[in-house]
């Protein structure tokens, strides 16, 4: 952890918080606090602050918390993703945070297996700590929102300019010969919404509808990578052209 977040309950009215579990457990075992100590704390969708160590003991921390008066930007980028297995959604939830999304829209796709569906890892209180765990990694507090969408011409067709209205549309695709930080650098200013396929790839109808709705294909290569790689590649990528800039 290189930020410890509270949820905004755990912060008393004059600044005071006691941490226990696997937060105090980190301030113990790995950074050796002691009283006196100031760690670096954030508010979660609030400030980033100073936490000042008051009191350790019986597994579990006290707090005295201040935090700056602005709130960090929300990450630009937008995070549409096919579904992929189970064992793979799990890996990716702390990734994309820790790296910077302001929403992941979860969708069907024609490769993507009915069953997915029903995985626990999209449930909110199995996900929401892996995001958590992200940000505390990133030392952001801007968790993503998250909705899923089983339907993937409706989301396209008829939700998808309430959810994400103007701004850069760009659709991942291993054939497209312009580079993602191109477009990106080329592009409007706005939020940018990444549109990443099933590992075998989103098909022709997709594809069509996609680009009806303003997608425009980037790619990185000709090689077909798995959806957790090629997560974390492209939004490497667009941060990186983006020169990091918030909403």
């Known amino acids: 952890m290189n930020l410890i977040l509270l949820e905004p309950g755990e912060v008393g009215a004059s600044g005071e918080a006691t941490l226990s579990g696997a937060r105090a457990a980190h301030l113990l075992n790995v950074l050796k606090a002691a009283p006196g100590d100031r760690v670096r704390i ?30 960090p930007a929300r ?14 959604m799990r890996r990716i939830w702390a990734q994309v945070a ?28 199995t996900y929401r700590p892996l995001l958590i765990e992200g940000l505390q990694q990133a030392r952001d507090t801007r968790l993503p929102s998250v909705s899923i969408h089983r339907q993937f011409k409706v989301l396209i067709e008829d939700d998808l300019d309430g959810l994400f209205g103007g701004g850069l549309r760009l659709m991942a695709d291993p054939a497209a010969a312009r580079p993602a930080g191109a477009a990106v650098r080329e592009g409007i200013e706005g939020r940018i919404l990444l549109a990443v396929g099933p590992e075998g790839g989103w098909n022709d109808f997709e594809r069509s509808l996609l680009a009806a709705r303003r997608f425009q294909p980037v790619g990185m290569g000709p090689r077909t990578l798995r959806t957790d790689t090629a997560c974390i590649a492209l939004l490497a990528l667009v941060h990186d052209a983006m020169k990091g800039g918030g909403e």
């Open 42 to 71: 954030g508010l979660l969708e609030g400030p980033c602050g100073v936490g000042a160590v008051q009191s350790v003991g019986d597994g579990t921390v006290a707090l005295r918390c201040a935090f700056e008066a602005g709130v």
């Open 75 to 88: 990450p630009r980028v937008d995070l549409l993703l096919a579904l992929p297995r189970p064992k793979v």
């Open 98 to 125: 820790a790296l910077g999304v302001g929403q992941i829209l979860l969708t069907n796709a024609e490769r993507v297996e009915r069953n997915y569906f029903d995985t626990h890892w999209l449930a909110p209180e």
